[in-house]
């Protein structure tokens, strides 16, 4: 059995069954779905560089990708455009966000109707992006008023977004009462067993909260989102919220699981209680405003984030054919600004590099060796993509599919 084969059904072992067939069968679609889904993968085969190991340390998203940017509504109730999956983040050198961003352009190229050499300008307006806010050494972020091009046109469509309009499209209402669909390709159901676990979770956070009633638990289910995640412990959450039916708020409850990085970095990190406490600390020093219900929450052994559910439509257009050459480029610009903001609005805190080494950082000459080392990337993930589909058309991942879990 080829190594990549192994690698991945080992590091996949236990998952949800069900959701699991899912995201193999994800995995099969392109390069870069696969990429996607094989964080733990593509660390392991990271190449030995100087320029990836050399760099200042900074809080990572680790899995930074064209699809980890989107729209969130924050805790102040505005929306902002970020960065916003943080379950493999870690300290670590500041090249390694970079490099998993490049490698997601170009496998992704073809998903965004671009050509090489198109992929390769798209890589250097990242890359102009994230120099030119570091060396400014001031954070930035993006938010409504002051986005612009595929961003702007994004957040501006939230304007007139209703919550009964997207409680609809979740959920499905009985008089006065909603009930969690199952039957959108979003949501499975959940067994009696899990809807006791979350209710009784949810209940406890509710009693130390001013208005425990928000939190009544109406409905629960397994939720489908993202790739990398697929089969993880995670639920969609239909509570109270502030009343019947129209009021009622979405949260989305995720098992939080140790970094893909942590086996391969050489940078001490902080002895986190859980991982749930990383995941979101992390967070909440990377992004300009903390996502609504934002917390960590510890179940016996296991750790999980909770926060208010985000509809996974939300994020740009990367589609040449269809937007436009100049403003996919504009829109992976502002990634880059997005990503060296984070850095530096992070920076100094349990080990990161301050502004002034992140300065420093972005006037280096590195970006040749750093997109040599992008190429070299990709052109693995392509070569392992290639060998997990002859094993997936093989049967080897046929097991994956079985009775409900959770």
């Not at 972020?141 to 609809?168: C, M, N, Q, T, Y």
């Not at 499975?188 to 425990?212: C, H, M």
């Not at 009021?247 to 939080?256: I, V």
Request: contains cysteine.
């Amino acid at each position: 059995m080829p190594d990549v084969i192994h690698a991945i059904q080992t590091f996949n072992a236990g998952r949800d069954p069900e959701r699991l067939a899912l995201k193999y069968a994800n995995m099969r679609a392109s390069p870069f779905v696969f990429l996607r889904g094989t964080c733990h993968l593509f660390y392991r085969r990271l190449p030995d560089v100087p320029v990836l190991a050399e760099a200042p340390a900074v809080w990572c998203c680790g899995d930074l990708h064209l699809q980890n940017f989107g729209s969130y509504m924050g805790d102040n109730r505005l929306a902002y455009f970020d960065i916003n999956d943080f379950d493999e983040s870690a300290l670590a050198p500041a090249s390694w966000d970079l490099v998993r961003f490049l490698t997601s352009v170009l496998v992704g190229a073809g998903s965004m109707d671009a050509k090489k050499k198109e992929a390769g300008e798209l890589c250097e307006a990242f890359l102009d992006g994230y120099c030119l806010t570091l060396v400014s050494g001031k954070a930035g972020w993006v938010e409504r008023e002051s986005a612009h091009g595929l961003i702007g046109d994004l957040l501006g469509s939230l304007k007139g977004r209703l919550r009964p309009a997207f409680l609809d499209s979740r959920t499905t209402l009985k008089g006065k009462r909603r009930r969690l669909r199952v039957d959108n390709g979003k949501a499975l159901p959940a067994s009696d067993a899990a809807r006791a676990k979350v209710t009784q979770l949810i209940g406890e956070l509710a009693a130390s909260r001013d208005d425990p009633r928000f939190y009544e638990v109406l409905d629960v289910a397994r939720r489908i989102a993202g790739t990398g995640s697929l089969g993880v412990d995670r639920y969609v959450i239909l509570v109270r919220g502030k009343g019947l039916p129209d009021g009622n708020y979405l949260l989305d409850l995720k098992e939080a699981l140790p970094s893909s990085l942590t086996p391969y970095l050489k940078i001490p990190q902080p002895a986190w209680k859980t991982e749930a406490e990383r995941a979101v600390a992390v967070e909440r020093r990377m992004q300009v405003v903390s996502a609504a219900f934002l917390q960590p929450i510890r179940v016996g052994k296991r750790a999980y984030v909770l926060r208010d559910l985000q509809p996974t439509s939300d994020r740009i257009s990367l589609d040449v054919g269809r937007s436009g050459f100049d403003a996919v480029r504009g829109g992976i610009a502002e990634m880059g600004r997005i990503l060296a903001s984070a850095q530096l609005r992070s920076g100094g805190r349990d080990g990161s590099a301050i502004a002034d080494a992140l300065i420093a950082f972005g006037q280096g000459a590195w970006r040749t060796a750093l997109l040599g080392a992008a190429r070299a990337c990709a052109g693995q993930v392509e070569k392992d993509w290639a060998a997990y589909c002859t094993a997936y058309d093989d049967g080897a991942f046929a097991e994956a599919g079985g009775a409900q879990s959770g």
